[in-house]
């Protein structure tokens, strides 16, 4: 019986030891900007494998498009693919869906670049000890009041997480769609909503998905339940970050663990720190800083910044930092940010521009960006009244006549997702998933207070409600 054993010790090789290893080797491709042959590929990276793994590891990144190959058998290079090509989105003047301040194009325009014009680099340790709350922060006075201006609720002088818990229903279905598609997760506004509200799981929808939504809900829900007893502490973000996790790591101790490993990110030049004693170090240095800030919007966007800098969970990292900016502005009934219409490529590059720049002018631009569409969504929801919306002005009639057939056919939740998608064959390719989305969240908005513009009779109305909310 054989036996994979090196020096006497058996090695088991499990699925987070072949994570690495992926890591590894894509991380080793970004020093060899003309290809690697395997040879150099096993001498620079370091990994301690046979020849014969480390090829099915690179056919396996081959596979998933990470690694591209050139020359024959015996010449045979290794390149990292320029995957890059889809996040190459040029942002001009006329962008009005999310306008850059000239910094933020600066930024954009670099971190843009093939991957492999781009210099490795390593975590900043001083990036973060340079910071110094409530003195040289991120956002200027003028920035912070703007966004208290927009922000602000009737509910500012009330205890804790008052605001939030009299908007939960809305905010568990907005906050977990907006930050699971950040993460490439398919469900639709509409599968959102019946997952979580009715605990119906999405035909033809992986399981993960499924898992990542309810993830959100759970973690969402811990947030606003103690508003009192969460803040920017250890206790928070662990037990943030194991409700995120939930069921979806390798290694289910991880969940809520502070990383014991090196790790790299994909599609970025940028590496973490690996020492598990350095992350400990700058985990709570950051939660020191963090705590002492003295303005709400300030404490979300340095978490936002610093927390997927410096990586200090083996995944899920980028959850916990949109969930945890939602920390100080639920503490001070504030608009909730849940990232609605924020398009994610321009959102992974502001985090690479944190990653490899330590820059967060482009990040700060989606922030606010963000927030201001966030809380233009719950001003509206608070007054029952339409944010004015130039699309939905583009579309009034496809709109109201399909809103209006969903409604008097009766069609319910899966119905009415198939008959969205057959109408929106027909629109350009850029108003596709915007289309979709008005349309669904018009559906969810739909109450008796407002169903008459869509040419709906009160019975109509009355038996489909009824039975969407049973299904």
């Given amino acids: 019986m054989s036996c994979n054993c090196r020096n006497g010790r058996k090695v088991k090789n499990s699925s987070q030891n072949i994570k690495k290893e992926l890591e590894a080797l894509l991380n080793t491709l970004t020093q060899f900007h003309e290809g690697a042959s395997i040879e150099e590929l096993k001498q620079a990276s370091g990994l301690d494998i046979e020849l014969r793994t480390l090829q099915r590891r690179l056919a396996q990144l081959q596979e998933q498009g990470d690694v591209t190959v050139s020359g024959n058998t015996r010449s045979r290079r290794y390149h990292l693919a320029d995957t890059d090509k889809e996040n190459r989105k040029e942002y001009t003047e006329k962008d009005v869906l999310l306008p850059l301040a000239q910094q933020g194009k600066k930024i954009l325009s670099l971190v843009s670049r093939p991957i492999q014009q781009r210099d490795p680099v390593g975590y900043n340790l001083e990036f973060l000890r340079q910071y110094q709350p409530n003195r040289n922060g991120y956002l200027t006075q003028k920035e912070m009041q703007k966004l208290a201006e927009i922000g602000k609720t009737a509910r500012l002088d009330q205890p804790a997480g008052t605001y939030a818990k009299e908007i939960l229903n809305r905010l568990l279905i907005d906050l977990s769609w907006n930050s699971s598609r950040l993460e490439g997760n398919t469900y639709t506004l509409l599968d959102t ?4 509200s009715f605990g119906e799981v999405a035909d033809n929808k992986s399981a993960m998905e499924a898992q990542m939504i309810l993830n959100h809900k759970d973690a969402i829900e811990f947030i606003v339940r103690d508003a009192d007893d969460i803040g920017f502490n250890r206790y928070t973000l662990l037990n943030l970050h194991a409700l995120l996790s939930n069921n979806l790591l390798p290694d289910p101790a991880a969940s809520g663990r502070l990383r014991t490993f090196g790790v790299g990110l994909h599609h970025s ?21 963090a705590a002492q800030i003295n303005n709400p919007f300030e404490q979300a966007f340095f978490i936002m910044v610093q927390l997927p800098y410096l990586q200090p969970f083996d995944d899920v990292n980028k959850r916990v930092s949109r969930l945890a900016a939602n920390i100080p502005l639920n503490r001070h009934n504030l608009s909730p940010l849940s990232f609605i219409d924020v398009p994610d490529d321009i959102y992974i590059q502001g985090m690479l521009g944190v990653y490899e720049l330590n820059r967060i002018d482009l990040l700060k631009d989606v922030f606010i960006w963000a927030y201001k569409r966030s809380a233009a969504r719950y001003a509206a929801l608070r007054q029952s009244l339409g944010e004015p919306d130039t699309f939905r002005l583009k579309y009034r009639e496809p709109m109201r006549m399909l809103i209006s057939h969903i409604v008097s056919k009766g069609l319910m939740h899966k119905e009415a997702s198939e008959k969205i998608k057959e109408e929106t064959r027909h629109l350009p390719e850029a108003d596709k998933d915007r289309f979709v989305e008005r349309i669904e969240a018009e559906l969810l908005a739909l109450h008796e207070g407002n169903f008459a513009r869509y040419w709906i009779s009160p019975s109509e109305f009355k038996k489909w409600k009824e ?3 049973k299904k």
Avoid: C, G, N, S
């Fill in 269 to 289: 030049v940028y590496t973490p720190l690996a020492v598990p004693q350095q992350i400990e170090e700058m985990f709570h240095l950051m939660l020191d800083k």
């Fill in 193 to 196: 909503e019946r997952l979580i």
């Fill in 467 to 469: 039975a969407w909310k």
